[in-house]
Nanobody, 120 residues
Framework: QVQLVESGGGSVQSGGSLRLSCAVY????????MGWFRQAPGKEREAVAT???????NYEASVKGRFTIYEDGAKTALYLEMISLQREDTAMYYC??????????????WGQGTQVTVSS
């Protein structure tokens, strides 16, 4: 059973930095895509940064140049390096993976989330 465990969230002042980590357990099929999403109070969950199996990355416009997504090379850990944090980055951050099995079926898995709070 696939399990994702996030860590690294916390409270920082505007301009500060954090690194989020996501430990990935139990993947037996191919990882199609991994990514970080966030959800602020009263808002819908949005994709922040994603990385596909070929290493191609995509970033939400407001985080480009400030956030960097990378993994450990063995697809057992995913990271999100965040610098120049702004109040607007305050949200619950979630790790997500999408797995492709030998039958061509995709399955998505989510972590429990880690809170990031940025104060001015």
């Amino acid at each position: 059973q696939v399990q994702l465990v996030e860590s690294g969230g916390g409270s920082v002042q505007s301009g500060g930095s954090l690194r989020l980590s996501c430990a990935v357990y139990g993947v037996s099929s191919s990882l199609y895509c991994m990514g970080w999403f966030r959800q602020a109070p009263g808002k819908e969950r949005e994709a922040v940064a994603t990385r596909d199996s070929d290493g191609r990355t995509n970033y939400e416009a407001s985080v480009k140049g400030r956030f960097t997504i990378y993994e450990d090379g063995a697809k057992t850990a995913l990271y999100l390096e965040m610098i120049s944090l702004q109040r607007e980055d305050t949200a619950m951050y979630y790790c997500k993976t999408v797995c492709l099995d030998s039958g061509g079926h995709y399955s998505a898995y989510w972590g429990q989330g880690t809170q990031v709070t940025v104060s001015s």
